[in-house]
């Protein structure tokens, strides 16, 4: 059964896309498969992990089979027979028994096909609790701006993920990890019952992977139990994580009175100078900050009494002198994702948590815990 007939990145560029979440060492091998389904004038590809399912469509194309299809086939192996192929070449599904058949110029392959039957597809409730339509722009950015405060594998699954909280007119992405917070805050016109939703970290890295820096809008649909993104052609469902948030504005600072506003590029610049010397194998590379008389001094030591010092001028009028250290990497992954030119630090105490900001911004803020060298 002849199944298409088409050029090559009309089957390359949706698969690459849904291919993110297919992993090759599973339980269930259904799910290295990508599901092809043809509907109407339409090819449909489809992935999932039970946890995430991306579905994307091809583009219109009238070199399809008369009938409707539906199949399944290794992602990975398809996905490489497709890329060692010129973009512009043909090729010609068919389907011959239980095997794909993909003739591409001279070349033949016969892939195993498993039924579709067996391909788990994610149900979702018809009406959603709450939806919203934003730019993709905008929702990449804002979770661009805190993806990296999540925690990695913490007994406290909850904080595995990233907060996406619909409050009033506000929609605001929290991460943690226990030692440093995110927070990033936009405002919508429209009235938005309260919804708390933890979104899986796969899924938020599959959204800043996916999503464009346009103003193309994506739809979210938030469920009691899923959550459902829809832009581009692509819709992304996703289970959510079950657990209580922790209280992040109780750790925001709210009297951090001592600061100093100073240039991201050269604070971001004198601590990866710094972290030369820093003990690299340690998980928790410390850093030295000491505040004082218009002057911030870096300090990095090793396990080897090696000590690297950088000196900025900054604008800091307290007599109090700040001698504070932090977990150098915490630094370094908010400098690296902010895109302002200069970031504002506040500071109570030597013991407290450290708030970072954007001038003149007071949607984003970052918070950052000290630590004891």
Do not use: W
Not at 150 to 174: C, E, S
Not at 179 to 187: D, K, N, V
Not at 198 to 219: A, F, G, M, N, Q
Not at 356 to 363: L, M, N, Q, S, V
Request: proline share 3%; with cysteine.
């Amino acid at each position: 059964m002849n199944l298409i007939n088409t050029k090559r990145d009309t089957l390359l560029k949706p698969l690459q896309i849904v291919s993110g979440i297919v992993e090759q060492k599973r339980t269930l091998p259904i799910l290295s498969n990508v599901l092809i389904r043809k509907e109407q004038e339409k090819i449909f590809f489809v992935t999932t992990d039970l946890e995430v399912e991306i579905e994307v469509h091809s583009i219109d194309n009238e070199n399809l089979s008369k009938e409707n299809f539906s199949i399944t086939v290794s992602a990975r192996k398809f996905l490489d027979i497709l890329r060692a192929f010129s973009a512009d070449t043909s090729v010609v599904l068919n389907k011959t028994d239980n095997r794909l058949q993909v003739n591409i110029s001279k070349s033949r392959f016969n892939l195993q096909i498993l039924p579709m039957e067996d391909f788990p597809r994610m149900a979702i409730e018809e009406k959603p609790e709450v939806s919203l339509t934003l730019s993709q722009k905008d929702l990449k950015n804002c979770l661009y701006h805190v993806q990296y405060a999540m925690a990695q594998q913490d007994i406290r699954y909850y904080l595995n993920g990233l907060l996406l909280l619909t409050d009033g007119q506000h929609l605001k992405a929290v991460a943690t990890d226990g030692h440093r917070l995110g927070y990033i805050s936009m405002q919508f016109e429209a009235e938005l019952i309260k919804k708390e939703t933890i979104l899986p970290r796969k899924t938020v890295h599959e959204l800043v992977k996916l999503l464009e820096d346009s103003d193309k809008t994506v739809t979210i649909d938030f469920y009691s139990k899923k959550i459902s993104f829809s832009f581009s052609g692509i819709i992304l469902i996703s289970k959510i994580i079950d657990g209580k948030f922790p209280d992040f504005d109780r750790v925001i600072p709210k009297n951090n009175t001592k600061q100093f506003i100073i240039k991201r590029l050269d604070f971001l610049q004198a601590l990866q100078r710094a972290a030369i010397l820093s003990n690299t194998s340690d998980k928790f590379r410390g850093v030295k900050l000491i505040i004082a008389n218009n002057r911030l001094s870096i300090l990095c030591k090793n396990s080897e009494q090696e000590e690297a010092q950088e000196d900025l001028d900054i604008d800091y009028n307290s007599q109090e002198i700040i001698d504070i250290s932090f977990n150098i990497t915490y630094l370094l992954d908010v400098l690296n994702n902010l895109d302002s030119e200069t970031i504002q630090c506040s500071f109570e105490n030597a013991n407290s948590g450290t708030l970072i900001t954007i001038p003149g911004d007071e949607a984003f803020k970052y918070v950052v815990m000290p630590m004891r060298l």
